[in-house]
């Protein structure tokens, strides 16, 4: 064998040796996409997952929003028609009893009626219960709609 025939050989044997090497490489490459590929696959639809998951909250949010204050509304206009007509609100009341001995006359009589901060009080009372319930309901929704599913 001729000293050129060696070294053609050789360089046969080199350029084998690189495309077992580069293909090799190819195929670790090309598994590592595939493995990367299915993750990014597999984020894209927990994210997705996610998102409607997000909008669907924000909805429930909303609407609970919404129900708090339109209660809010009809309570701040109940106080103001019984602001203006106060005769119009009824409350349930009982009236101490007139013992036997005293006189009975209506000189002094009064038409029974709360007073002012009664009145004020009863109103917050009433809104803040109104409050409580909205967000009772929305956190039921919210454990239901979270957790639960």
Same mark, same amino acid.
């Given at each position: ?28 490459? *090309?598994?590592? !996409? ?44 109940? *106080? ?32 029974? *009626? ?27 929704? !919210? ?7």
């Amino acid at each position: 064998m001729s000293y050129l025939s060696k070294i053609m050989v050789i360089m046969i044997l080199c350029l084998g040796i690189g495309l077992f090497w580069l293909i090799d490489k190819n195929k670790s490459l *090309r598994n590592e !996409y595939n493995n990367i590929n299915q993750s990014l696959i597999q984020q894209i639809a927990e994210n997705k997952d996610y998102q409607l998951r997000i909008n669907q909250l924000n909805q429930l949010d909303n609407r609970h929003l919404q129900e708090l204050v339109h209660a809010k509304k009809e309570i701040d206009q109940l *106080r103001d028609i019984s602001e203006r007509a106060p005769e119009r609100v009824y409350i349930k009341a009982e009236c101490p009893k007139v013992s036997a001995t005293s006189t009975t006359s209506l000189v002094n009589a009064n038409t029974a *009626r709360p007073t002012d901060t009664a009145i004020r009080n009863y109103w917050i009372l009433r809104e803040r219960i109104a409050q409580s319930e909205r967000i009772i309901l929305g956190l039921q929704d !919210y454990i239901r709609q979270e957790c639960i599913h």
